[in-house]
């Protein structure tokens, strides 16, 4: 099933439009996390907004998906050549033989909430395309027409691990070669249910999140787009990037608690090397999950520590974007692949000296290294796993 060459990635998150204004916002250590100013929305709480996705509209001819998340998506297709790259791909495969796999966990949900707040004296709600806009299979619907496309497409929804778990699905239907190519990754957008849910968890941060930091103190929700072109790795993509494997694993431990001791998560991260070929000491930086929360970063901790050691560089990078749950694990892949590109480990940001307790090795501080794979880490409620292999292609 492994290796896959990643022939074109885009990232668009509050840390900036495109890759490249996205490994500037690494380099510099420049965080996109802002006070809270949207309407309706909890106060004293740091957010990653996109401003820019807000002028956006989709084509005329898909006008009917217009919503937060549709035009978030649309920003991001247009950058970094990713509809050319598409196009070339649709030119050599068909438009038939290429997938479009995509993890959301809100989807168009903002605009249900916009269409509640203008409900009649009756509570009827207005006239509302539904079906377009607040539906799960939305976004990927919006992404297979918005690239002339016409394979399988699917809508992948499993909370926080949906945009990487799109990466290892997508993987599977080329092997079995029901498609020769898929777009893949995810995009969540900011909207009422996600923040009032997280505030009602006593979950959100009362500053920007700082992950693995000795007195973190809960998540900031950000959004974002990411997106992947995959196809089989040839002869000729030797040294590219690429995706090497992919581990998931479901522990079912508590619907909102990861597991204390993190046995799921070391179930998807041996899934992730395993189906790689590979041994724990050829990473050499993972991305970690680390949303900030005491629990979550403490599992992780003990996860990694139990594979890796603290033989390896770790750090988790919601503190540039925020917790953008279901592009989450999209958005860390396309980092994964500028830290191979640009030789990187992003130390945690904000973050002065990491929890004592900690056994992993959480780095604090930007390094230069030469960074062949990055294992990059998903986790959500319900105990949902998933961890991608990052590299370049053998």
């Not at 690429?242 to 431990?253: I, R, V, Y």
């Not at 090397?273 to 050499?284: C, F, M, N, V």
Request: charged share 20%; proline share 5%; glycine share 14%.
């Amino acid at each position: 099933m492994f290796p896959l060459a990643i022939r074109a990635i885009t990232a668009t998150s509050a840390m900036g439009t495109g890759r490249a204004a996205t490994a500037a916002a690494l380099r510099d250590r420049r965080g996109g996390l802002a006070p809270c100013d949207l309407a309706g929305m909890p106060g004293g709480v740091w957010i990653g907004r996109v401003r820019d996705a807000e002028a956006v509209e989709p084509p005329a001819p898909l006008a009917a998906f217009a919503c937060r998340n549709t035009r978030l998506a649309e920003l991001a297709l247009r950058q970094d050549g990713f509809l050319a790259a598409v196009e070339a791909a649709r030119a050599r495969h068909g438009a038939a033989r290429i997938a479009v796999v995509l993890g959301t966990s809100t989807s168009g949900i903002e605009e249900t909430e916009r269409a509640w707040a203008r409900r009649g004296p009756d509570g009827a709600l207005p006239a509302y395309d539904f079906e377009r806009t607040h539906d799960l299979h939305a976004l990927p619907r919006y992404v297979r027409a918005r690239l002339r496309l016409s394979g399988p497409c699917v809508s992948i929804s499993t909370a926080c691990t949906s945009g990487a778990r799109a990466f290892l699905d997508a993987a599977a239907m080329i092997a079995a070669g029901l498609v020769d190519a898929a777009v893949v990754g995810g995009a969540d957008t900011l909207c009422r249910l996600t923040l009032h849910g997280f505030g009602s968890l006593e979950l959100l941060a009362k500053g920007p999140t700082r992950p693995c930091a000795e007195d973190r103190d809960g998540i900031s929700i950000g959004e974002a787009a990411a997106f992947a072109l995959l196809e089989r790795a040839g002869p000729g993509d030797a040294g590219g990037i690429g995706l090497l494997g992919a581990g998931a694993s479901s522990d079912g431990h508590h619907m909102s608690s990861p597991h204390p001791d993190g046995h799921g998560a070391v179930a998807a991260m041996r899934g992730a090397l395993d189906s790689a070929g590979l041994r724990p000491e050829a990473i050499g930086y993972v991305n970690m999950h680390g949303t900030g929360t005491r629990a979550n970063d403490a599992m992780e901790d003990r996860a990694i520590a139990a594979l890796f050691g603290a033989a390896v560089p770790c750090s988790s990078t919601k503190g540039w974007s925020g917790h953008t749950l279901g592009a989450s694990g999209a958005l860390e892949a396309a980092i994964a692949a500028i830290c191979v590109e640009d030789g990187l480990v992003p130390g945690c940001l904000g973050v002065d000296r990491p929890d004592p307790a900690f056994a992993s090795g959480i780095a604090v501080a930007n390094r230069a290294a030469r960074i062949d794979r990055v294992l990059s880490n998903s986790f959500g409620f319900g105990g949902s796993n998933c961890a991608l292999v990052i590299g370049r292609l053998p």
